[in-house]
Protein backbone atom coordinates (compact mmCIF):
# COMPACT_ATOMS: atom_id res chain seq x y z
CA UNK A 1 0.00 0.00 0.00
CA UNK A 2 1.20 3.58 -0.28
CA UNK A 3 1.17 5.04 2.96
CA UNK A 4 1.99 8.23 1.86
CA UNK A 5 -1.00 8.61 -0.43
CA UNK A 6 -3.74 8.03 2.43
CA UNK A 7 -3.02 10.80 4.85
CA UNK A 8 -6.24 11.60 6.98
CA UNK A 9 -6.83 15.46 8.14
CA UNK A 10 -8.62 16.11 10.84
CA UNK A 11 -12.03 16.50 9.76
CA UNK A 12 -11.60 12.50 8.34
CA UNK A 13 -10.26 10.99 11.32
CA UNK A 14 -13.36 13.00 13.13
CA UNK A 15 -15.67 11.13 10.59
CA UNK A 16 -13.73 7.55 11.34
CA UNK A 17 -13.91 8.09 14.94
CA UNK A 18 -18.23 8.92 14.57
CA UNK A 19 -18.15 5.96 12.37
CA UNK A 20 -16.29 3.94 15.17
CA UNK A 21 -18.67 5.43 17.54
CA UNK A 22 -22.34 5.17 16.58
CA UNK A 23 -21.65 1.60 15.00
CA UNK A 24 -18.81 -0.07 16.74
CA UNK A 25 -17.23 -0.43 12.73
CA UNK A 26 -13.71 0.06 11.85
CA UNK A 27 -12.92 2.17 8.91
CA UNK A 28 -9.07 2.18 7.78
CA UNK A 29 -9.82 4.77 5.76
CA UNK A 30 -11.93 8.35 4.95
CA UNK A 31 -12.44 10.25 1.55
CA UNK A 32 -14.57 13.54 1.46
CA UNK A 33 -16.02 13.86 -1.59
CA UNK A 34 -16.91 17.14 -2.46
CA UNK A 35 -17.64 16.45 -6.03
CA UNK A 36 -20.34 13.99 -5.26
CA UNK A 37 -21.12 15.51 -1.57
CA UNK A 38 -20.58 12.31 0.35
CA UNK A 39 -18.24 10.47 2.46
CA UNK A 40 -16.25 7.17 1.69
CA UNK A 41 -15.94 4.89 3.81
CA UNK A 42 -13.20 1.92 3.52
CA UNK A 43 -14.33 -0.42 6.01
CA UNK A 44 -12.55 -3.15 7.94
CA UNK A 45 -12.51 -6.42 6.06
CA UNK A 46 -15.27 -8.29 7.96
CA UNK A 47 -16.80 -5.43 9.54
CA UNK A 48 -19.11 -4.25 6.83
CA UNK A 49 -22.65 -6.16 8.25
CA UNK A 50 -22.06 -3.76 11.32
CA UNK A 51 -20.78 -0.77 9.28
CA UNK A 52 -23.97 -0.61 7.35
CA UNK A 53 -26.45 -1.92 10.24
CA UNK A 54 -29.83 -3.65 9.91
CA UNK A 55 -31.59 -2.54 6.41
CA UNK A 56 -29.09 0.26 6.27
CA UNK A 57 -29.50 1.59 9.60
CA UNK A 58 -25.99 2.56 10.38
CA UNK A 59 -25.62 4.26 7.00
CA UNK A 60 -29.21 6.41 7.34
CA UNK A 61 -28.01 7.20 10.73
CA UNK A 62 -24.81 8.63 9.99
CA UNK A 63 -25.51 10.42 6.63
CA UNK A 64 -28.04 12.71 9.11
CA UNK A 65 -25.12 13.19 11.73
CA UNK A 66 -23.11 14.65 8.94
CA UNK A 67 -25.28 15.78 6.50
CA UNK A 68 -23.61 13.88 3.37
CA UNK A 69 -24.57 10.98 1.40
CA UNK A 70 -22.30 7.49 3.11
CA UNK A 71 -20.88 5.13 1.03
CA UNK A 72 -18.65 2.05 1.87
CA UNK A 73 -16.46 -0.11 0.49
CA UNK A 74 -14.68 -3.10 2.30
CA UNK A 75 -11.51 -3.69 2.57
CA UNK A 76 -9.85 -7.01 0.79
CA UNK A 77 -5.81 -7.86 1.23
CA UNK A 78 -6.40 -9.10 -2.03
CA UNK A 79 -6.55 -6.26 -4.31
CA UNK A 80 -8.87 -7.31 -7.10
CA UNK A 81 -11.44 -8.61 -4.56
CA UNK A 82 -11.15 -4.69 -2.77
CA UNK A 83 -11.18 -3.27 -6.44
CA UNK A 84 -14.38 -5.40 -7.45
CA UNK A 85 -15.94 -4.34 -4.30
CA UNK A 86 -15.59 -0.78 -4.69
CA UNK A 87 -17.73 -1.17 -8.04
CA UNK A 88 -20.79 -2.83 -6.02
CA UNK A 89 -23.81 -3.50 -6.32
CA UNK A 90 -22.47 -4.06 -10.32
CA UNK A 91 -21.18 -7.66 -10.63
CA UNK A 92 -17.73 -7.64 -11.61
CA UNK A 93 -16.31 -10.49 -13.81
CA UNK A 94 -12.66 -10.13 -13.34
CA UNK A 95 -9.98 -7.15 -12.46
CA UNK A 96 -6.72 -6.72 -15.00
CA UNK A 97 -4.25 -5.18 -12.83
CA UNK A 98 -1.75 -4.89 -15.66
CA UNK A 99 1.76 -3.56 -15.53
CA UNK A 100 3.29 -0.48 -13.54
CA UNK A 101 1.98 2.05 -16.19
CA UNK A 102 -1.11 -0.05 -17.47
CA UNK A 103 -4.33 0.97 -16.13
CA UNK A 104 -6.54 -1.31 -13.99
CA UNK A 105 -8.95 -2.63 -16.54
CA UNK A 106 -12.63 -4.11 -14.96
CA UNK A 107 -14.72 -6.65 -17.07
CA UNK A 108 -18.63 -6.82 -15.90
CA UNK A 109 -20.28 -9.83 -16.84
CA UNK A 110 -23.09 -8.18 -18.78
CA UNK A 111 -24.82 -4.74 -19.79
CA UNK A 112 -26.95 -4.04 -17.26
CA UNK A 113 -23.91 -4.25 -14.70
CA UNK A 114 -22.12 -1.48 -17.31
CA UNK A 115 -24.45 1.13 -15.62
CA UNK A 116 -24.16 0.14 -12.42
CA UNK A 117 -20.30 0.43 -12.37
CA UNK A 118 -20.29 3.90 -13.86
CA UNK A 119 -23.04 4.98 -11.84
CA UNK A 120 -25.07 7.64 -11.65
CA UNK A 121 -23.25 10.84 -12.91
CA UNK A 122 -19.76 8.52 -13.06
CA UNK A 123 -20.29 8.21 -9.53
CA UNK A 124 -19.61 4.51 -9.08
CA UNK A 125 -16.29 4.81 -11.02
CA UNK A 126 -15.08 8.18 -9.76
CA UNK A 127 -15.01 6.00 -6.26
CA UNK A 128 -13.27 3.56 -7.65
CA UNK A 129 -10.50 5.90 -9.38
CA UNK A 130 -9.75 7.43 -6.15
CA UNK A 131 -9.45 4.40 -4.19
CA UNK A 132 -7.40 2.92 -6.62
CA UNK A 133 -5.03 6.03 -6.98
CA UNK A 134 -5.01 6.14 -3.13
CA UNK A 135 -4.03 2.43 -2.28
CA UNK A 136 -1.71 1.61 -5.31
CA UNK A 137 -1.24 4.31 -7.41
CA UNK A 138 -2.67 3.49 -10.44
CA UNK A 139 -5.40 4.87 -12.79
CA UNK A 140 -8.59 2.77 -13.87
CA UNK A 141 -9.10 2.02 -17.17
CA UNK A 142 -12.13 0.83 -19.05
CA UNK A 143 -14.87 -0.82 -18.05
CA UNK A 144 -15.56 -3.95 -20.36
CA UNK A 145 -18.32 -5.90 -21.29
CA UNK A 146 -17.39 -9.76 -23.26
CA UNK A 147 -18.96 -9.76 -26.27
CA UNK A 148 -22.16 -11.76 -25.90
CA UNK A 149 -23.52 -11.32 -29.07
CA UNK A 150 -26.76 -8.98 -29.35
CA UNK A 151 -26.66 -7.61 -25.72
Do not use: W
Not at 90 to 105: F, I, N, Q, T
Not at 106 to 118: S, W
Not at 121 to 134: D, H, N, P, Q, Y
Amino acid sequence: MHELDRTLGFKERRYIEELRILTKATAIDCIIDDRFERIIYVIRQGDMGIAIGKGGDNIKKMSRVLGKRIEMVEFDEDREVFIANMFKPAEVASVSYGGRDEPVMITVPERGDFGLAIGKGGSTIEKARILVRRFYGKEVGDILIPNRGSV
